[in-house]
């Protein structure tokens, strides 16, 4: 179901491996993501330009699911077809997947003052990649005085309203702004790269979608299989914002139904903190960690896929029509003030959650400093600087509990 006047111009391979970099190396939760996925694809590799990147964000923050994975699964469909979303989304995912599941087994061990003082280093390196991000994001997309004044109008309703909410009612609010102010101007310089599928594919995906979300709760009696592809499939179909968001319905689809005891989920969620990639890769854990078969690797493989699959049906269906959508000049316009409104929702996510989880002393501070300076000064590779900054906060929690 290509469409027949666009292509993909990448590999499926170049893809995989571009997001599986990424999915061993970041940390920080979904606003971090956003900030090494532009880093990556948008500085380094130039795969889509920055105000197409900010169309796509804003357009993920208005589906369900997890954002930052749309996101990444959008870039890989737009560069490499099909195969290239699938391959951007198992390279992302497995990493942190595969470690919540050998924690599941027993096979991590995150206690003590070593695992801790790197994984808080870990989060000092999601300081300096939002800042990076936000910084050059705003240079971007609010040169003028309009612009400006509607990213702060954006950040002050987010941080008003709160959530997921708070952030959609942010982006509606720029786009409103932006068909006042934004009609002058160049616009996001639309792509066509949303046209790598058709608008049957669309309706076919949407389709699927609501049938599966209507569905599955008839078939989830005859058997746990059923079960939990219902319940995974159905929480990553109704939240908004993703990450911190989904546990809640998670905890009601797991510990409520009996699958695994409170104790047993609290702790997959802590380690879940301490993996990069995305934060519903969780749900590899309480299918592995359930009490009821199948569980293990293969319950892990049930809930991993059905907790995804809504948020990237939706995508397939949004992306033809949103870049025809986008072409139109009343749309730029909204999209201008779309994309103001997104730097204003990142600057605030600098502060809280990611700046007010990290920084609690001075040496915090310098330390996040130095690895912002470190990408924005010398151009250092963001895996570089998440192993330089883990090391640093293991030595330094070291040395306070003087294990050496």
């Not at 400006?148 to 987010?158: F, M, Q, S, T, V």
């Not at 790598?196 to 209507?214: D, E, P, T, Y």
């Not at 003030?337 to 600057?347: D, E, K, M, R, Y």
């Not at 130095?370 to 929690?397: D, T, Y």
């Amino acid at each position: 179901m290509l469409d027949p006047d666009q292509r993909p111009h990448g590999s499926v391979s170049e893809v995989f491996l571009t997001f599986l970099k990424l999915g061993l190396t970041s940390f920080g939760g979904p606003i971090a993501h956003l900030g090494y996925f532009r880093d990556e694809l948008v500085a380094r590799r130039k795969w889509i330009s920055e105000a197409g990147y900010a169309d796509l964000v804003a357009l993920c923050q208005f589906l369900p699911g997890p954002a930052s994975s749309q996101v990444g699964f959008a870039l890989g469909l737009m560069r490499a077809g099909p195969l290239g979303g699938l391959a951007a989304w198992l390279g992302f995912t497995l990493p942190s997947a595969i470690l919540l599941v050998l924690f599941a087994y027993g096979a991590a061990a995150l206690d003590g003052p070593l695992a801790a003082g790197a994984i808080h280093g870990l989060k000092l390196v999601a300081v300096a990649v939002v800042a990076q991000a936000v910084l050059g994001m705003a240079k971007s997309l609010t040169p003028d005085r309009q612009r400006a004044a509607i990213a702060l109008a954006g950040a002050a309703i987010a941080l008003i309203a709160g959530g997921a909410i708070g952030q959609v009612a942010a982006i509606v609010a720029g786009i409103a702004a932006g068909l006042v102010v934004c009609r002058d101007g160049h616009s996001g310089e639309p792509q066509g790269d949303g046209r790598v599928l058709s608008r049957r594919a669309g309706f076919v995906a949407l389709a699927v979608f609501l049938i599966l979300l209507v569905g599955l709760p008839l078939v989830a009696g005859l058997g746990h299989a059923f079960a939990i592809f219902d319940g995974f499939y159905r929480a990553g179909a109704l939240v908004f914002g993703g990450g911190h968001v989904v546990l809640p319905l998670l905890d009601a689809e797991t510990v409520g139904q009996g699958w695994l005891d409170r104790d047993s989920f609290t702790a997959g969620y802590g380690a879940a903190q301490a993996v990069p990639g995305p934060l519903f890769t969780f749900a590899a854990y309480l299918g592995a960690a359930s009490t009821l078969p199948p569980n293990g690797v293969f319950g892990a493989a049930i809930a991993l896929v059905a907790i995804f699959l809504p948020g990237m049906l939706l995508v397939v269906a949004a992306l033809p029509f949103w870049e025809n959508l986008r072409r139109q000049s009343w749309a730029q316009a909204g999209m201008r003030g779309a994309n103001a409104a997104v730097v204003g929702i990142l600057a605030l996510a600098l502060y809280d959650p990611v700046f007010t989880s990290a920084v609690a002393e001075p040496l915090d501070a310098l330390l996040a400093a130095a690895g912002f300076v470190a990408l924005m000064a010398w151009k250092a590779p963001p895996w570089l600087v998440v192993a330089a900054l883990a090391i640093a906060g293991a030595l330094v929690s070291v040395a306070r509990t003087g294990m050496l």
